[in-house]
Structure formats: C-alpha cells, structure tokens
C-alpha cells in the first residue's frame, strides 16, 4: 500500500534552517510528483511547492522562493523539504503528499516549532 | 496568484441534513479543482477531483460540480464522521493554492 512516512518533529531558533523528509513505499517514486503543504496552528492549508524526483525539477510558491529548496533521493525514495531562515510565523505543520493534480496520499505530518 | 474563496466558513449542521459549500476562483480554472475534507489533527483526505471525480473509497453522499470560476461540494445526507473541515484547492496554475475552509460543526 501507498504510504509516504515523515521524519520527526523539530524545534529550530529564529534564523536556522530545517529539513523534513518524507520517505515514500507502495509505488515506483519517480512515478508522480511530490507536493508540499503546510498549516499554521487552527489556520489553513498552505501551498508550498512541488518537486518531481524524476527530474529533479520544482516549482515553489512565490511566498517562499528563495527560501525553500525541495529535492529527493531517488534510492531511498526520499523527498525533503528545507527551510531556510526560519522565523516564528514557521511555526507550523508540514506535510507531503504524492501528486501535482490531485493528492490521494499524504505524510502523517511533521510539526516545526520556531522558538528563541 | 488565483485566489480561491470558500463560503460558508462555518455552517452549523445536523445528521441527515444536506449541506452545500461554494468555492470561487478568481479567474477561471476549467475543471481543475480538488475537495478536501480534514478532521482535526490528522493529514487532508481527497474527496473530489477534477471539479466532480468521486475519489475511490468515498461514499456516494459527496459529490462535486461546477467549472470556470464556480464550484460546489454537495454532502447529500450529513452522516456523523461528516463534521470536519473542507478545502477546495485550484491545480489549474501554481501555486495551487486552497481556499480557507469551510468547517462544518454540529447544530
């Protein structure tokens, strides 16, 4: 069965970068793209970007361009997801989910606290 | 960026009832148009794509339609589990962002 298992949760100081992975089973990796989403405390759902391990290519909402880098590991079929000076509003949880048009699968979600 | 809103944000429901949520885009996306359904703590759950494709496993008491900028999820018969979130989210261009929710509560 599909299942897309996420790494554990974080706690990073203002300023640092984090890396999430989320490590993919039940189907062939470089078949579909990865997306990544994430949701504030009691907020909604926040595009961040997609990538296909594949190719390697991503596309990233503009919000975080420059920030954010999103890759794979096509022999772990491993995606991460990095985030790079993070600040409070951070804060939140990240998940990732198989497939660009629509995502039937997700990650179990992984909470990213930003705290001095 | 096409913006996506929902309304109700909130809708007050009873078990039985039908209920009707609307999502606008604010340009058209044809058909490209994803329902989401997200019960506190847990990860979205893919209802309906591609505007009005029930989602394999989905009970028949959901259904999508609309296209262009106007979109619709209908719940024909509210059951229990049914008191949750849901998002629409446009796939037509990034980023494909979702709308803001809309959370359905007991009545």
């Known amino acids: 069965q599909v299942q897309l298992v996420q790494s554990g949760a974080e706690v990073k100081k203002p300023g640092a970068s984090v890396k999430v992975s989320c490590k993919a089973s039940?189907?062939?990796?470089?078949?579909?793209?990865i997306i990544w989403v994430r949701q504030a405390t009691r907020q909604g759902l926040e595009w961040m970007g997609w990538?296909?391990?594949?190719?390697?290519?991503?596309g990233y909402a503009q919000k975080f361009k420059g920030r954010v880098t999103m890759t794979a590991n096509t022999s772990t079929n491993t995606a991460y997801m990095d985030l790079s000076s993070l600040r409070s509003e951070d804060t939140a949880v990240y998940y990732c989910?198989?497939?660009?048009?629509?995502?039937?699968?997700w990650g179990q979600g992984t909470v990213v606290t930003v705290s001095s | 960026d096409i913006q996506m809103t929902q309304s109700p944000s909130s809708l007050s429901a009873s078990v039985g009832d039908r209920v009707t949520i609307t999502c606008r885009a604010s340009?058209?996306?044809?058909?490209?148009l994803n329902w989401y359904q997200q019960e506190p703590g847990k990860a979205p759950k893919l209802l309906i794509y591609?505007?009005?494709s029930l989602q394999s496993g989905v009970p028949s008491r959901f259904s999508g339609s609309g296209s262009g900028t106007d979109f619709t999820l209908t719940i024909s018969s509210l059951q229990p589990e049914d008191f949750a979130t849901y998002y629409c989210?446009?796939?037509?261009?990034?980023?494909?962002?979702f709308g803001g929710g809309t959370k359905v509560e007991v009545k």
């Open positions: 340009q058209s996306i044809s058909s490209y």
């Open positions: 039940g189907y062939t990796f470089t078949s579909y793209d």
């Open positions: 990538m296909n391990p594949h190719s390697g290519n991503a």
């Open positions: 989910a198989r497939g660009r048009s629509s995502s039937a699968y």
């Open positions: 591609a505007a009005s």
């Open positions: 989210q446009q796939t037509y261009s990034t980023p494909q962002g």
